[in-house]
């Protein structure tokens, strides 16, 4: 049985802005999917798939792809959009043969809502297993900028970005010498990123505000203490509330916190980054907010 794995991502810096060609940072997590495949001679044109939620089954389903539909199901929205992958994925590059099933076991070591990318790595893992372009496969059957792609197939942190002819990827070394000082909140407020990039594609930008976000990307992959990257923090999120029309997640939740607090992916849930402070375990707790984890619990 054939095992392969992918990590999850955390988007930095340009989220939104990175679809119209801002230069973002982006850093894999500690956690990822990993998936098991198998496959059995003689057998119908059935695939098997098996997920798991870390080690908890989540979804077991069977899949004709003779006919490219699901013939059972515990959770039948979700195996429609396996279905849909997997039927994407043999168009782009034929991956199942009749005569044979295929048996997939997938393990997701996150919590679903944490927004660390369960379709990416699954976009990944995918890829690697058939020699597909992963992209191309993300594109077709998902969307997005593909920088969560980028980092699973990657498996380090890196800077992205959409040309108009090709993507740039390039690995970068952050780790910043004050990175003791980030933690992570998690806000438990799960968002739908397709409405996020709704709101923002109906925006009018132009090139001067792109290039802004490329900039501040440089400056804070450079930042040479906690103040100056918290400053560009705190730039970076002024901006970008401005053009949407948005709260910052401070104005939103912590008007009394003392230092800086950062988006990251779609606003309004999932991770936050900031800084340590006297009493800041007690000040999320009370708050509600008990996901907290530091740079070196999270990020790989």
């Not at 070394?173 to 004050?178: E, G, I, L, R, S």
């Not at 008007?255 to 375990?281: E, H, N, Q, T």
Request: proline share 2%.
């Amino acid at each position: 049985m054939e095992k392969i794995a992918s990590p999850g991502k955390l988007l930095l810096t340009s989220e939104y802005v990175v679809l119209d060609g801002a230069l973002a940072l982006a850093v894999p997590s500690q956690w990822g999917q990993s998936m098991e495949v198998a496959e059995t001679e003689g057998a119908p044109s059935a695939i098997f798939w098996e997920a798991r939620h870390q080690g908890e089954r989540w979804l077991s389903a069977e899949i004709d792809f003779s006919k490219w539909e699901v013939k059972s199901a515990n959770m039948l929205k979700a195996a429609e959009f396996i279905c849909h992958t997997l039927k994407t994925l043999q168009g782009i590059k034929p991956s199942f043969q009749s005569g044979k099933a295929y048996h997939f076991k997938t393990n997701l070591e996150f919590l679903a809502n944490y927004g660390l990318g369960s379709s990416s790595t699954l976009m990944a893992n995918l890829a690697k297993w058939s020699g597909a372009d992963a992209f191309l496969l993300n594109e077709k059957a998902l969307g997005g900028s593909g920088y969560d792609i980028a980092v699973a197939m990657e498996q380090h942190a890196l800077l992205y970005q959409i040309g108009q002819e090709k993507r740039k990827i390039k690995h970068v070394d952050f780790t910043p010498d004050f990175k003791d000082e980030l933690i992570f909140v998690h806000l438990n407020q799960k968002q739908d990123s397709r409405e996020g990039i709704k709101l923002y594609k109906s925006k009018n930008k132009n090139s001067r505000f792109i290039e802004r976000f490329s900039e501040l990307t440089n400056a804070v992959l450079e930042a040479p203490s906690l103040s100056d990257f918290s400053e560009l923090m705190q730039s970076h999120e002024a901006l970008l509330s401005e053009f949407l029309g948005l709260e910052t997640v401070k104005e939103k939740y912590f008007r009394d916190c003392p230092v800086f607090m950062k988006s990251l992916g779609a606003w309004g849930g999932d991770f936050i980054l900031s800084a340590k402070f006297s009493g800041y375990k007690d000040y999320f707790s009370e708050k509600g907010f008990e996901h907290l984890f530091e740079y070196k619990d999270i990020i790989l």
